[in-house]
């Protein structure tokens, strides 16, 4: 009974520190990565992005793992899905 009530008290903390762990930032981050997994999929034709790099690009043609973006009127390039930072909305698109 002794070494049952030693093991509990020395594991609570390690689960009550996983726990908050989990909820404070594995969590969020899941919530994160989910919302720009489906960003990346409604993407469509005409939206306008900024990529990793800074760049504001409208989507010409999405493709499998790449999108064809143009950068200027004369400018179009492939961007790997990877590096689509977020969609432009309206407002900051003026």
């Known amino acids: 009974m002794q070494n049952y009530k030693e093991l509990l008290t020395s594991i609570l903390p390690l689960v009550v520190l996983?726990?908050?762990?989990y909820f404070f930032?594995?969590?969020?981050?899941r919530v994160q990565q989910k919302k720009h997994k489906e960003m990346l999929a409604n993407?469509?034709?005409g939206d306008k992005i900024v990529a990793?790099?800074?760049?504001?690009c409208e989507v010409i043609k999405p493709e499998d793992t790449f999108f064809s973006v143009?950068?200027?009127d004369?400018?179009?390039v492939k961007l790997a899905k990877e590096y689509v930072a977020y969609k432009l909305d309206?407002?900051?698109?003026?």
């Open 52 to 56: 990793q790099g800074g760049f504001i």
């Open 90 to 94: 309206d407002t900051y698109s003026k």
């Open 25 to 29: 930032i594995i969590r969020p981050q």
């Open 43 to 45: 993407l469509q034709k």
């Open 74 to 76: 004369e400018t179009i």
């Open 18 to 21: 996983f726990a908050i762990f």
């Open 70 to 72: 143009k950068l200027n």
